[in-house]
Structure formats: structure tokens, C-alpha cells
């Protein structure tokens, strides 16, 4: 079971603080994604156009949303910090890093126990410092994690329909991991790495 492979990798220093839980499937549609994309192209993140893990290199709308439909599972991890400046963007960032690579990690360790699995965080994915994207494919398709907003998620609406509270703090900030998934044995084999797009065409 999933909770077999976060248990093992509780035992590293890095989850401290992390909470973890299997919820329901997002269930994003073309409003959501058309809402999703908007925000994206406003590029408060700086991710936009720059990176194989968000708009537009995560892929075409429709081929997103057939990835997420693809699986059967998810979970959710979660990890709040008090008392932190927001205006701090190197501390933003390397938070923001470490939860990323924790996300990257736990995919990882699905993979290797023969599940097919996904990993999706906050901003653009920073696997290899500069990425490839538009001009060559992505070199590491399966250590890629993606914007979850790249998907259609609002993430309000979708944690709040599985009764998790989200919202924005001026005195912190809480930080989400989703992890899409199959059990081993499953037969799916689609990825995010089937998913890659090329815009040069």
C-alpha cells in the first residue's frame, strides 16, 4: 500500500513536519484548465514559457486533462510554516525546492515498488537548474514535477471538496504536493513523460 512507502520514507529528516493522506481524484475540466491557463500566462512565478513542467510545455489542454483522467488514485502531502516572512524570496525558494524534491522522492519511490506515478507541486519544476524547454525535449521526463495548476486543478475548489482547509496567510504559507497514481498491477501505463509536448512544431 502507498502508506507502506511514505511510512518508509518518514524515516528521513526531510518529511519532519509533513502530514500525508490519500484523498480523491481531482476532477478537472475545460473551465478549470481554461481558468488554470490564465492565471498560469500572468507569470507571477516567473515559470511561464520556461520550463517542460508548466504552460505551455506541461502540454496542450486536452492532453492534460487525459493524463490526470488516466489515473486512479491520489494523495496529498502537506507541509505548513509559521511565523516565515513572505517577502523572503530566497527563503520562498528554497522551500519551495526542498518540497519539490520531497515530492520528486516519494514518486520515485512509488515507481521503484511498480506503481505508476505521478508527482505535482507548486511553481515551475527546477530538476536541472536550466531547463531544455523550448529547444530540446526534456532530458529527465521522469523526475519532471509539474505545476499543479498546469492540470486544470484549482486547488481550492479541490481541497476543499475533500475537506481540507486551504487558504493564503500573511503570517505563512502551506505547502502541497499531489501524487497521482496506480497500484502495481494495474495495467496503466501512461506518464507525464507520454505527456511531453513539443511546441516547436
Given at each position: 500500500?502507498?502508506?507502506?512507502?511514505?511510512?518508509?520514507?518518514?524515516?528521513?529528516?526531510?518529511?519532519?513536519?509533513?502530514?500525508?493522506?490519500?484523498?480523491?481524484?481531482?476532477?478537472?475540466?475545460?473551465?478549470?484548465?481554461?481558468?488554470?491557463?490564465?492565471?498560469?500566462?500572468?507569470?507571477?512565478c516567473?515559470?511561464?514559457?520556461?520550463?517542460?513542467?508548466?504552460?505551455?510545455?506541461?502540454?496542450a489542454?486536452?492532453?492534460?486533462?487525459?493524463?490526470?483522467r488516466?489515473?486512479?488514485?491520489?494523495?496529498?502531502?502537506?507541509?505548513?510554516?509559521?511565523?516565515?516572512?513572505?517577502?523572503?524570496?530566497?527563503?520562498?525558494?528554497?522551500?519551495?525546492?526542498?518540497h519539490?524534491?520531497?515530492?520528486?522522492?516519494?514518486?520515485?519511490a512509488?515507481?521503484?515498488?511498480?506503481?505508476q506515478?505521478?508527482?505535482?507541486?507548486d511553481?515551475?519544476?527546477g530538476?536541472?537548474?536550466?531547463?531544455?524547454?523550448?529547444?530540446?525535449?526534456?532530458?529527465?521526463?521522469?523526475?519532471?514535477?509539474?505545476?499543479?495548476?498546469?492540470?486544470?486543478?484549482?486547488?481550492?475548489?479541490?481541497?476543499?471538496?475533500?475537506?481540507?482547509?486551504?487558504?493564503?496567510?500573511d503570517?505563512?504559507?502551506?505547502?502541497?504536493?499531489?501524487?497521482?497514481y496506480?497500484?502495481?498491477?494495474?495495467g496503466?501505463?501512461?506518464?507525464?513523460?507520454?505527456?511531453?509536448?513539443?511546441?516547436?512544431?
Amino acid at each position: 500500500m502507498i502508506e507502506d512507502v511514505w511510512k518508509d520514507m518518514a524515516a528521513d529528516p526531510a518529511t519532519v513536519g509533513y502530514s500525508f493522506k490519500r484523498i480523491g481524484l481531482p476532477s478537472p475540466n475545460a473551465g478549470s484548465m481554461s481558468k488554470c491557463r490564465e492565471l498560469c500566462a500572468q507569470n507571477l512565478c516567473g515559470a511561464y514559457g520556461v520550463t517542460w513542467g508548466c504552460p505551455p510545455g506541461a502540454g496542450a489542454e486536452a492532453e492534460c486533462l487525459e493524463l490526470i483522467r488516466s489515473f486512479s488514485r491520489a494523495a496529498i502531502l502537506i507541509k505548513e510554516y509559521d511565523g516565515i516572512d513572505l517577502k523572503d524570496r530566497e527563503l520562498l525558494k528554497r522551500l519551495g525546492s526542498g518540497h519539490q524534491e520531497l515530492c520528486r522522492r516519494f514518486g520515485n519511490a512509488l515507481r521503484k515498488e511498480g506503481y505508476q506515478a505521478s508527482a505535482f507541486s507548486d511553481g515551475g519544476c527546477g530538476y536541472c537548474g536550466e531547463c531544455t524547454y523550448p529547444d530540446d525535449p526534456c532530458r529527465y521526463p521522469d523526475q519532471r514535477v509539474s505545476s499543479i495548476a498546469s492540470y486544470g486543478i484549482l486547488m481550492d475548489e479541490y481541497m476543499g471538496s475533500q475537506g481540507i482547509d486551504f487558504k493564503f496567510r500573511d503570517d505563512g504559507m502551506t505547502l502541497y504536493g499531489l501524487i497521482m497514481y496506480d497500484e502495481p498491477g494495474s495495467g496503466n501505463n501512461i506518464s507525464e513523460a507520454d505527456n511531453q509536448t513539443d511546441d516547436r512544431q
